[in-house]
């Protein structure tokens, strides 16, 4: 199942596209807000492949992807879009209380990360380089780099003003120029003149702050906006909206937003920073044990959203933070210390590769398919992970760990561990909480027994459709013989056995193998039909790569599909704009629906011809339906690949 068609399936599952009153994504999850949850399939959508979970939190509907979001959110985005589903004008059902809050940050939030993100890395790539002496801070290049590391900060109430205004449903640009309001030279200038001439509207005094870097000021004056212009607009004749509805509903927001709204934001912000404070100095290590072990279900149940706005307003404010970065760090090295732990123990291939895979995921601080596909579902390790969470967070609590700028807790962020200054006391304090939380989750996981997930297939049925079980609970469903169901002529075939031959790809080709990437075609080139290698073919023979069913023959014959007995989707296109010879110098071998065996012969084409033609033999083995699956691995990328040789790997 392709992008395109996972989005179609979510959107009709979720109850379709009059359900849904808002859609977006985090790092690895799809949100929405839907009118009625009773709509959503939950567990068809979970069962859905590409799918890793789905569940209800704080009045959102998430559905966990993995490392495809975005990719499928565009496409879930793109058909929102042409059926008008964001346009309706029925209200949804409304949130209450904490969830409201959760859901309300967690829209407001999440969509500027990519901003917050990458400037905060570049934060702490130039501290870096500052420390090994590369650059210099009076130089061109470090005041240009300073620039755009800053510039999301600095001006940070204009991102939250375009992200509040799209969740609480006004116009964007008069948003906008409620955040230019505040950080006018106007007000900016009184601040930087320590309050030397008050400014007074209405002979009511306007409090003079300084609003950059400020994050609450501008949610709660757009929040403001969004009420006064419905109330507003209402009282306007349609011809003369777009004149007066925009200067009446401004001329009364700003000054409430300087005289009140504004100020008291702002004391909201200075008492979280006091809050987080007085946390630390009074519980200290204790805070860090808690949290650190508890991190995987906080962020598993949307609570982290909770702590960005203090975490925004410290980075603002102090330069660094103590709580959410700090605490994610570790937290997601545990992650990675128990499937990588897991990765070495288990017996089970399938395991074993999806742990590999979710476990580097983890190291770049993105836990979720470690969660959902590795621990969580082994139980054991997951509890593992909140031992070494929380072995970290006490250390790096007692130490005073702070983080210099906002980027994915991964090892990649590691650089913001470094003092402003080039200091590196800090940093080394980071390495020792990643390495106590990695060695005692990988530590306690190794001591650990679980049961070994083991994958049944009855016949005829793909391996998609088949949810891992323990081998107590297979034996709980099946009993210890179930021998009635075999053929009498069949030897007993285990599950381990078809483990073992689940996700092989062999070569259908003799060649010279050649990474996707160095592919003129963009399509293959981009992985836009999804990932593989490709092979410039020494003969002109193509093999069946695995046992399955002929499922296309192109009618030009330059390209063939297959599925195999466990679901995989090979696509063998043989050369590149291959299909302008319509058919010419090829021989098909298998017609459509035919069962076939692994290195059974598929087609026969006359090489010598088709490059006369001047046509790139080059040839994509590709795995159509990659959004199936966790990953797709080369075997090797480079050197000559026998025929029958294993060339992929799909991940679990």
Known sequence: MNHRELSKEIIRLTGGQENITQAWHCITRLRFNVREEKKVQLEQIRALDGVLGAQFQNDQFQVVIGNKVAAVYEELEDQLKQAGATEREAEPPRSRGLNAVLDTISGIFTPILPAIVGTGMLKGILALLVTLGVIQETSGEYQILASIANAAFYFLPFLLAVSSARKF????????????????????????????????????????????????PIILGVWLLSYIHRWVDRFIPGPVKVIFTSMIVL????????????????YIGIYLEIGTSWLFAHSGPLT?????????????????????????????????????????????????????????????????????????????????????????????????????????????????????????????SL???????????????????????????????????????????????????????????????????????????????????????????????????????????????????GKGIAIFPKEGRVTAPFDGTVTMIAKSKHAIMLTSSSGIDILIHVGLNTVSLKGKFFEEKVV????????????????????????????????????????VVPVQVKGVVPMNELLLLTVR
């Open 169 to 216: 449903k006004v116009n964007e640009y008069i948003a906008l120029t409620l955040a230019g309001t505040l950080l006018y030279p106007t007000i900016l200038n009184a601040y930087l003149e320590n309050h030397l001439e008050p400014i007074r509207f209405l002979s009511l005094p306007v409090s003079i702050v300084n609003y950059t870097q400020s994050v609450i």
């Open 415 to 529: 650089p913001l561990y470094i003092g402003p200054n080039g200091g590196m006391a800090n940093f080394w304090y980071a390495l020792i909480g990643v390495g106590i939380s990695f060695v005692v989750s990988f530590t306690v996981t190794l001591l650990l027994k679980w049961d070994e997930p083991i994958t049944q297939q009855p016949a005829g049925a793909s391996s998609s459709a088949i949810a891992p079980t323990t081998a107590s609970e297979s034996a709980k469903r099946s009993g210890t013989t179930n021998r009635s169901n075999q053929e009498p002529s069949q030897p007993p075939v285990t599950v381990h056995s078809i483990e073992e031959k689940k996700g092989e790809i062999f070569s259908p080709l003799t060649g010279e193998l050649v990474s996707l990437k160095e592919l003129p075609d963009p399509t293959f080139a981009e992985e836009m039909t």
């Open 288 to 412: 860090g044990i808690v949290l650190g072990g508890l991190m995987p279900v906080i962020v598993m149940t949307g609570m982290h959203y909770a702590f960005f706005p203090g975490t925004l307003q410290n980075l603002s404010k102090l330069g660094y933070d103590v709580l959410l970065l700090p605490l994610n760090l570790v937290a997601n090295m545990s992650q990675a210390g128990a499937v990588m732990a897991v990765f070495l123990k288990t017996k089970n291939k399938s395991m074993r590769s999806i742990a590999l895979s979710s476990g580097i995921s983890a190291f770049l601080g993105i836990t979720e398919p470690a969660i959902y596909g590795v621990t969580l579902k082994l139980k054991k390790p997951f509890y593992a992970s909140i031992i070494g969470g929380a072995a970290g967070g006490g250390f790096i609590t007692a130490v005073g760990l702070k983080c210099f700028g906002f980027a994915v807790p991964g090892l990649l």
């Open 251 to 266: 001329v009364i927001t700003v000054p409430i937003l300087l005289i009140a709204i504004g100020p008291l934001g702002n």
């Open 592 to 631: 459509i629906g035919q069962r076939v065996n692994k290195g059974d012969l598929l087609l026969e084409f006359d090489i010598e011809s088709i490059q006369a033609a001047g046509i790139d033999l080059t040839t994509p083995v590709i795995v159509a339906n990659t959004p199936d699956y966790l990953d």
